[in-house]
């Protein structure tokens, strides 16, 4: 395959699930190496265009549009070269946080006006846009989709607490049952709290102040798998993913997801950005990899779960866990060269948590833990085991290419926060979103042990949703990426070439 270094871009919400089968559809003779915008199409400014889905039986977009009036643009994309906006259905109260289409059904995930207040998802005709149902949710519903049956919603209920943390909802998964008159169980993470000690030693983060375990879960993104019986949920600020049964309507599993380290050979990256340019290399830092977008692929029977490693800090009125380096107090006796490595142009700039490093409490840090882990990663669904992970590969390429932010260097770097994947001709393909250097990376993904970088995509302002609509849905026969920036309120519409 010829692999090739490009600037236009995609990635990050419809197919959350792919599986082995998905390869046996109808294709084209695609090049997913080759993808190119081919129109674009403005709504607005700053969050105005969010996260976008798309319905195949109406060729229609309908995107999140937050930018003024809270409401959803829907744009007529039958010419996926000619987007046109034809309709905006206004949703009252409330941001729209996440879209989810299918079987003519548009789902839409609004949070309360008071965010601490249980949110609500609201069901619309994709054909007429009339009302089918709203549903209660718990609070802040994040992320809202289907199971690829259509028999199901879900949402991630973040929960955050408000400004003075005197008010932290618990976080949650609604699940709700379309043939069951939309009937809705809300899904807790309270029966681990027994575990809170065994899975902190694994990696799990549990530090709210005067939180209850399950307050301090915040589920962030889900993906499903595609016989749709369980679902996997990131639970970002804590590092770690939650497994799901569906049809048991129950939380059966906490994986902690661990940190990486970035003293190991392979894992360089820059750590600040005051040291004069771009410069990667190791360091005495591990970072939390706090996942947000995941996705998942069965291969063989056993479920890749795809993430991009973000990572996110808690910033409150009353509470905040970053902090820069030098402002901090290392171990002499584990940092003997403490005051050179506090310096701005060494490790200095860097944001770490302070709730992480100081384990016996004394005041001198001994460990040293960064937001994110500028990487996407692959973990076993059934075990939560790392399968892969791209190191520092995204923030080289990205270098390579000349969109690399060396001003993001001392905080999360290129900040992956989308993944999604498709099937573009006979292969599997994830596309990461990064939202601080506007691009997305294409991976060959058919073999979830030793994803292939192909391209890098270059983009608007922000990218928040990217969204895949495979060739047996699109309204031109070819595959399409579908990116939206919420910083500019631009849209662009992508497709591959031929071989």
């Not at 895949?468 to 992508?494: C, M, R, T």
Request: with cysteine.
């Amino acid at each position: 395959m010829k692999i090739k270094m490009m600037l236009p871009l995609a990635a990050l919400a419809v197919f959350a699930a792919c599986s082995d089968d998905d390869v046996n559809n109808p294709v084209v003779n695609e090049d997913p190496a080759t993808f190119a915008e081919i129109s674009m199409i403005d709504i607005g400014e700053a969050g105005a265009a969010e996260i976008s889905a798309y319905d195949p039986a109406t060729k229609r977009l309908f995107v999140v549009n937050n930018g003024g009036v809270n409401k959803i643009d829907v744009i007529d994309l039958a010419d996926p070269g000619k987007p046109t906006v034809i309709h905006s259905i206004p949703t009252n109260s409330g941001a729209v946080n996440s879209l989810s289409v299918n079987g003519g059904r548009l789902a839409a995930a609004i949070e309360a006006q008071h965010k601490q207040e249980a949110g609500r998802v609201t069901v619309y005709n994709t054909s007429d846009y009339s009302e089918i149902k709203t549903i209660p949710t718990g609070a802040l519903p994040d992320m809202v989709t289907f199971s690829p049956d259509g028999n199901y919603i879900l949402t991630a209920n973040e929960g955050e607490p408000g400004a003075d943390y005197a008010n932290d909802p618990v976080g949650s998964v609604s699940l709700i049952s379309i043939n069951d008159n939309y009937s809705v169980v809300h899904l807790d993470f309270s029966a681990f709290a027994g575990q809170q000690a065994a899975l902190q030693q694994r990696g799990l983060r549990v530090f709210g102040p005067n939180a209850s375990f399950a307050q301090d879960m915040e589920p962030e993104y889900i993906a499903v798998s595609a016989d749709s019986k369980t679902a996997w949920v990131t639970l970002q600020e804590n590092n770690a993913i939650a497994k799901i049964s569906i049809s048991g309507k129950t939380v059966t599993d906490i994986f902690p997801l661990g940190f990486k380290d970035y003293s190991v050979a392979g894992n360089e990256v820059d750590l600040s950005n005051e040291d004069g340019g771009v410069t990667f290399k190791n360091s005495p830092v591990k970072g939390i990899y706090m996942p947000d977008a995941i996705a998942v692929l069965d291969k063989g029977g056993t479920p890749f779960l795809f993430t991009a490693n973000e990572g996110d800090a808690r910033e409150y009125d009353t509470f905040e866990e970053a902090e820069r380096i030098k402002n901090i107090t290392l171990d002499p006796a584990v940092f003997t060269n403490a005051a050179a490595l506090q310096a701005d142009d060494q490790l200095g700039r860097l944001n770490i948590t302070t709730t992480l490093g100081d384990a016996n409490g004394d005041g001198l840090y001994e460990s040293l833990y960064s937001f994110g882990a500028r990487s996407f990663s692959v973990w076993n669904g059934n075990s939560g085991a790392l399968v892969y992970d791209s190191r520092n590969e995204l923030e080289t390429k990205c270098n390579e290419a000349g969109v690399y932010d060396d001003g993001r260097s001392d905080d999360k770097g290129v900040e992956p926060e989308g993944i999604i994947l498709g099937v573009v001709g006979q292969q599997h393909i994830a596309f990461v979103g990064m939202e601080r250097v506007d691009a997305v990376a294409v991976y060959d993904v058919t073999n979830p042990n030793a994803p292939l970088f192909l391209q890098l995509l270059k983009c608007g302002d922000a990218p928040e949703g990217v969204l895949f609509v495979p060739a047996a849905d699109s309204p031109n026969g070819k595959s399409l990426l579908i990116v939206s920036s919420e910083d500019d309120g631009v849209i662009k519409v992508y497709a591959p070439g031929t071989r």
